[in-house]
């Protein structure tokens, strides 16, 4: 017996409800738990573990860039304007198809080798028993499928998904099929098949395999610092590839310098010849016409010219080199291509206004950068740095405008000068004129030469000494623990995934099912107490269990529930309690009929009344015949003396239902009924009404009004969950005194009877 009064649900907690919905299915929720920690587990089976090995790599400064500012050396400049790349430049070409090209052919990407080893696969990186070479693929869509090399006595077959091959192939020997051709060398002896994996040419390798595994990226954005990673499933190739891609790429460097070295070596040698031979004549026709006309130096006042003429000449020299500078500069920034390599340029030409703007520029960049990877292009912001962007990028094109006009407009005055300091020539005597013109020539030529022959030992020193604008800060280095899959992360979720989706799947089940499972489950649709459960109570005219097993755990309950209905009923005479049940088959005409009876088995004089004039059902468990009855008395038919049958127990009597009336709402409505319970309730200590299912007429509802003590009978897993959850506003608005709950067929430990729910 449990008689007790539930609180209001609007003080539970939702997740203790939630709990409580989905207990009665906890196995089913630590199947789908279990299986899918299992499922899991197996898919970390078979899953390769991927490491990452990364580098550090430096980019160092511009060595060269320094030596312009500071050497205010044009020549270099002249034939390029490259300077240093930036960060995002390099990290751009450490992730090209052209960087990466090499590397995979040092690596020899193209084959990959497995053996099958407690039936999953794993990689040979090191040392295969077989090496395959030379690859002409003739099927592309062989490219990354496994085919298997089964070994035999005199060579092998290969195997193409689950198509054998019938050749036999001889190692070291060109093996031809439809789809590609190689030559397999054995490296070892061997028993068990060997997958292998064809990858294609290095393109292929790279666009599918190498792409998706390198990550380039800089490492802080306030120093030039890259960290170069790549992801594999064998810890060695990915070190062994980040060490050849890093390696490759410093030593692509060197090259690039030294090629760019012998550029200005080549244009040094073209100059220094073609100058060397403007020299030798000048020093000749100057030495023959100071022989021939005995004239050695010249006058005071045409040395003073000639100096003139000399520094004239060696300016417009220097001035066609800056004018090819300017000229350059305007090709780059019409293109807006990496500003910031102009730079050592802008210096040795004086434009620091220039340069301020390229700062301000590479700043907005910047920002620009950082918006863009959190908003569209039409962000009221982002819009406004592009502005201001393409702004500064117009002034510094007018900037360099205007120096390559201002050279130009030097130019032309140096020539202006020139011309006028030769015209003061003319009033010189010819020979003296004469000399002045060789001796210019041949000191022109002179200081041209002794500068390219300077250069040319500057670069040579350069190309001996070149070294890489890049420093390896840290060599590859790869985590013995793999990145991936986190094994522990990944079971701890499968078990967290799994124990939501069966506690959800278990939720929506309940949710599906419209019959209320256990009494725990009555309390949280109503607040109606529960007077009793019935645990072995089977089904509907199950017979007088009480009396014919009065030590059973079904007769210890009706003992308990009439304890607590005698606590409720303290008048001496004429107690009366009304069982119904939602519908049919819910078991009231059985706990009626029980219940009367443990009452009379303890002194009690009761009588029952059958007032379910629909489908009257207790009188066969007393085994009385129902021609007369409640239908035939109301009716005026008999008296009250008719009505009244003696059953098999002592203190308890029986009034069955009689003949089906078509008026029988009617009748129950009758004064005729008062004046029947009323005369009852003077006779009896206990009258007993077993009334008609609650929802399927209005007569039990008039005659809960006229008992002491309601009871409605629920049943598990067959009573719906709706009447239940209407039924404390039906009760509240009628008022009805001493409702409660009867739970029929509940759950036990004990059940001898073996009694189906």
Same mark, same amino acid.
Request: glycine share 2%; proline share 4%; aromatic share 8%.
């Given at each position: 017996?449990?008689?007790?009064?539930?609180?209001?649900?609007?003080?539970?907690?939702?997740?203790?409800?939630?709990?409580?919905?989905?207990?009665?299915?906890?196995?089913?929720?630590?199947?789908?738990?279990?299986?899918?920690?299992?499922?899991?587990?197996?898919?970390?089976?078979?899953?390769?573990?991927?490491?990452?090995?990364?580098?550090?790599?430096?980019?160092?400064?511009?060595?060269?860039?320094?030596?312009?500012?500071?050497?205010?050396?044009?020549?270099?400049?002249?034939?390029?304007?490259?300077?240093?790349?930036?960060?995002?430049?390099?990290?751009?070409?450490?992730?090209?198809?052209?960087?990466?090209?090499?590397?995979?052919?040092?690596?020899?990407?193209?084959?990959?080798?497995?053996?099958?080893?407690?039936?999953?696969?794993?990689?040979?990186? @090191?040392?295969?028993?077989? #090496? $395959?070479?030379?690859?002409?693929?003739?099927?592309?869509? +062989?490219? &990354? =499928?496994? !085919?298997? *090399?089964?070994?035999?006595?005199?060579?092998?077959?290969?195997?193409?998904?689950?198509?054998?091959?019938?050749?036999?192939?001889?190692?070291?020997?060109?093996?031809?099929?439809?789809?590609?051709?190689?030559?397999?060398?054995?490296?070892?002896?061997?028993?068990?098949?060997?997958?292998?994996?064809?990858?294609?040419?290095?393109?292929?390798?790279?666009?599918?395999?190498?792409?998706?595994?390198?990550?380039?990226?800089?490492?802080?954005?306030?120093?030039?610092?890259?960290?170069?990673?790549?992801?594999?499933?064998?810890?060695?190739?990915?070190?062994?590839?980040?060490?050849?891609?890093?390696?490759?790429?410093?030593?692509?460097?060197?090259?690039?310098? @030294?090629?760019?070295?012998? #550029? $200005?070596?080549?244009?040094?040698?073209?100059?220094?010849? +073609?100058? &060397? =031979?403007? !020299?030798? *004549?000048?020093?000749?026709?100057?030495?023959?016409?100071?022989?021939?006309?005995?004239?050695?130096?010249?006058?005071?006042?045409?040395?003073?010219?000639?100096?003139?003429?000399?520094?004239?000449?060696?300016?417009?020299?220097?001035?066609?080199?800056?004018?090819?500078?300017?000229?350059?500069?305007?090709?780059?920034?019409?293109?807006?291509?990496?500003?910031?390599?102009?730079?050592?340029?802008?210096?040795?030409?004086?434009?620091?206004?220039?340069?301020?703007?390229?700062?301000?520029?590479?700043?907005?960049?910047?920002?620009?950068?950082?918006?863009?990877?959190?908003?569209?292009?039409?962000?009221?912001?982002?819009?406004?740095?592009?502005?201001?962007?393409?702004?500064?990028?117009?002034? $510094?094109?007018?900037?360099?405008?205007?120096?390559?006009?201002?050279?130009?407009?030097?130019?032309?005055?140096?020539?202006?000068?020139?011309?006028?300091?030769?015209?003061?020539?003319?009033?010189?005597?010819?020979?003296?004129?004469?000399?002045?013109?060789?001796?210019?020539?041949?000191?022109?030529?002179?200081?041209?030469?002794?500068?390219?022959?300077?250069?040319?030992?500057?670069?040579?020193?350069?190309?001996?000494?070149?070294?890489?604008?890049?420093?390896?800060?840290?060599?590859?280095?790869?985590?013995?623990?793999?990145?991936?899959?986190?094994?522990?992360?990944?079971?701890?979720?499968?078990?967290?995934?799994?124990?939501?989706?069966?506690?959800?799947?278990?939720?929506?089940?309940?949710?599906?099912?419209?019959?209320?499972?256990?009494?725990?489950?009555?309390?949280?649709?109503?607040?109606?107490?529960?007077?009793?459960?019935?645990?072995?109570?089977?089904?509907?005219?199950?017979?007088?269990?009480?009396?014919?097993?009065?030590?059973?755990?079904?007769?210890?309950?009706?003992?308990?529930?009439?304890?607590?209905?005698?606590?409720?009923?303290?008048?001496?005479?004429?107690?009366?309690?009304?069982?119904?049940?939602?519908?049919?088959?819910?078991?009231?005409?059985?706990?009626?009929?029980?219940?009367?009876?443990?009452?009379?088995?303890?002194?009690?004089?009761?009588?029952?009344?059958?007032?379910?004039?629909?489908?009257?059902?207790?009188?066969?468990?007393?085994?009385?015949?129902?021609?007369?009855?409640?239908?035939?008395?109301?009716?005026?038919?008999?008296?009250?003396?008719?009505?009244?049958?003696?059953?098999?127990?002592?203190?308890?009597?029986?009034?069955?239902?009689?003949?089906?009336?078509?008026?029988?709402?009617?009748?129950?409505?009758?004064?005729?009924?008062?004046?029947?319970?009323?005369?009852?309730?003077?006779?009896?200590?206990?009258?007993?009404?077993?009334?008609?299912?609650?929802?399927?007429?209005?007569?039990?509802?008039?005659?809960?009004?006229?008992?002491?003590?309601?009871?409605?009978?629920?049943?598990?897993?067959?009573?719906?969950?709706?009447?239940?959850?209407?039924?404390?506003?039906?009760?509240?608005?009628?008022?009805?005194?001493?409702?409660?709950?009867?739970?029929?067929?509940?759950?036990?430990?004990?059940?001898?009877?073996?009694?189906?729910?």
């Amino acid at each position: 017996m449990n008689h007790m009064i539930n609180r209001p649900k609007d003080h539970e907690s939702y997740l203790l409800e939630f709990l409580r919905v989905v207990a009665p299915y906890r196995w089913s929720i630590l199947a789908i738990t279990l299986l899918s920690v299992l499922f899991t587990a197996t898919y970390l089976y078979f899953t390769p573990p991927i490491y990452e090995s990364s580098a550090i790599v430096k980019i160092k400064p511009d060595n060269q860039n320094i030596h312009r500012i500071t050497g205010q050396d044009p020549l270099s400049s002249a034939l390029s304007v490259s300077g240093n790349a930036d960060v995002e430049q390099e990290l751009a070409i450490l992730n090209t198809f052209y960087t990466n090209n090499k590397a995979i052919d040092k690596l020899n990407m193209a084959v990959q080798y497995f053996v099958k080893h407690d039936y999953r696969k794993v990689e040979i990186f @090191s040392n295969p028993p077989i #090496k $395959i070479k030379n690859v002409t693929i003739y099927n592309n869509e +062989i490219i &990354g =499928k496994q !085919l298997i *090399l089964h070994p035999k006595q005199n060579g092998f077959k290969i195997q193409k998904e689950n198509i054998m091959g019938q050749q036999i192939f001889a190692y070291n020997q060109e093996v031809q099929t439809k789809d590609f051709k190689c030559v397999v060398e054995k490296q070892s002896n061997f028993n068990q098949p060997i997958h292998f994996q064809l990858n294609g040419n290095n393109r292929n390798i790279y666009e599918k395999i190498v792409k998706e595994k390198l990550k380039v990226s800089r490492l802080n954005e306030d120093v030039s610092i890259i960290k170069v990673a790549y992801q594999d499933t064998s810890a060695k190739r990915a070190d062994d590839y980040v060490n050849a891609l890093i390696n490759i790429y410093i030593d692509q460097s060197i090259t690039d310098k @030294s090629k760019k070295n012998n #550029k $200005i070596l080549d244009f040094i040698e073209q100059q220094l010849t +073609i100058t &060397g =031979k403007k !020299l030798k *004549l000048s020093e000749t026709q100057l030495e023959e016409y100071r022989i021939n006309n005995n004239v050695i130096q010249p006058t005071a006042q045409s040395g003073l010219l000639l100096d003139r003429l000399n520094n004239i000449e060696i300016e417009l020299s220097e001035n066609k080199i800056k004018e090819r500078l300017a000229e350059n500069l305007m090709v780059f920034v019409k293109n807006n291509k990496h500003l910031d390599s102009i730079v050592p340029t802008l210096r040795e030409l004086g434009e620091e206004p220039t340069i301020m703007l390229i700062q301000t520029i590479q700043d907005l960049q910047r920002r620009a950068n950082e918006l863009s990877a959190e908003f569209t292009e039409k962000h009221p912001d982002l819009i406004s740095l592009r502005n201001q962007i393409r702004r500064n990028q117009r002034t $510094i094109y007018l900037n360099v405008k205007n120096l390559k006009s201002a050279i130009s407009n030097r130019q032309q005055d140096l020539t202006q000068l020139k011309t006028k300091n030769e015209s003061n020539l003319k009033h010189l005597p010819e020979k003296e004129k004469q000399l002045i013109q060789y001796q210019r020539n041949y000191d022109v030529n002179s200081k041209m030469y002794s500068y390219l022959l300077e250069k040319k030992s500057e670069n040579e020193m350069k190309k001996v000494a070149t070294i890489s604008d890049y420093e390896i800060i840290d060599h590859a280095y790869s985590n013995p623990k793999p990145i991936k899959p986190k094994k522990m992360m990944l079971l701890a979720m499968a078990f967290i995934i799994g124990l939501l989706t069966g506690m959800i799947i278990a939720y929506i089940r309940n949710a599906l099912i419209n019959k209320i499972q256990d009494s725990k489950e009555i309390k949280h649709l109503t607040s109606l107490p529960i007077y009793g459960e019935l645990p072995l109570l089977a089904k509907p005219n199950a017979g007088l269990e009480v009396f014919n097993n009065p030590q059973s755990p079904l007769t210890t309950s009706f003992r308990n529930l009439r304890t607590t209905l005698q606590f409720m009923t303290n008048k001496s005479k004429g107690n009366t309690i009304l069982v119904t049940s939602s519908i049919s088959n819910e078991g009231k005409s059985t706990i009626t009929s029980n219940l009367s009876t443990i009452f009379q088995m303890a002194g009690y004089k009761s009588i029952i009344l059958d007032l379910d004039l629909y489908q009257p059902t207790l009188h066969k468990f007393f085994n009385i015949e129902h021609a007369i009855g409640m239908s035939t008395y109301l009716n005026r038919k008999d008296s009250i003396g008719d009505i009244i049958f003696s059953t098999a127990y002592q203190n308890l009597d029986i009034i069955p239902a009689g003949p089906v009336a078509p008026n029988a709402s009617e009748l129950i409505l009758s004064e005729r009924f008062n004046s029947l319970l009323s005369t009852l309730q003077k006779r009896y200590d206990y009258i007993f009404i077993d009334s008609a299912p609650f929802t399927m007429v209005a007569d039990t509802l008039y005659l809960m009004q006229f008992s002491d003590v309601n009871l409605i009978v629920v049943r598990e897993n067959f009573t719906q969950k709706s009447f239940l959850s209407n039924l404390d506003e039906v009760v509240a608005q009628r008022e009805f005194k001493n409702t409660g709950l009867l739970v029929n067929t509940s759950q036990t430990d004990s059940n001898p009877y073996g009694y189906e729910k």
